[in-house]
């Protein structure tokens, strides 16, 4: 039976501890960690591993492109090549389908802010209120999601999106 991943990683560490391969610098710990992974991978034959999140994609629908026509007064054509290329992605970590749909629906203001908030709020044609969530968005959810690399994920905190969330829960 093959060792799981963290008896693999444990034995490679200790390999490396013994003073078989000198780790200096954390950039150097941190390319050690890359190459484990990558090792670990092609040694367990798996190209890809399952990321524990569901993706939603949230694509355009008329609602929001008659807030941004008003918004910006020009005129958006509602097709399908302007609704597919300004599709938004979401990772979320849920449990099931219910617990999908619910944490979706407690979210629904929050999506909605994330298109607000790159105008000003004295430009907005109306303040939009989670109610428009259907309106505005088409849902796509897909469980099974796989990481191609083996660098961590980051992630950054958007200051300008806390601030609006704030002005628009208001």
Request: aromatic share 10%.
């Amino acid at each position: 039976m093959p060792k799981p991943k963290d008896d693999l990683r444990e034995e490679v560490i200790d390999w490396l501890l013994d003073g078989l391969m000198k780790i200096e610098t954390e950039k150097e710990i941190n390319d050690a960690n890359d190459e484990l992974d990558k090792a670990l991978l092609q040694a367990k034959n798996q190209p890809f591993l399952q990321i524990n999140r569901y993706l939603i994609i949230l694509t355009p629908k008329e609602r929001m492109i008659e807030w941004l026509n008003k918004t910006e007064k020009i005129q958006i054509q509602a097709h399908y090549v302007y609704r597919k290329s300004n599709r938004r992605a979401y990772l979320i970590f849920c449990d099931d389908n219910e617990a999908i749909k619910k944490k979706i629906k407690a979210k629904r203001s929050d999506f909605i802010n994330q298109v607000t908030n790159e105008y000003p709020r004295e430009t907005w044609a109306w303040a939009p209120n989670k109610e428009e969530f259907n309106e505005w968005f088409n849902v796509t959810i897909i469980k099974e999601l796989f990481d191609v690399e083996t660098k961590e994920i980051e992630k950054e905190i958007n200051e300008d999106a806390i601030i609006s969330s704030q002005l628009f829960d208001e």
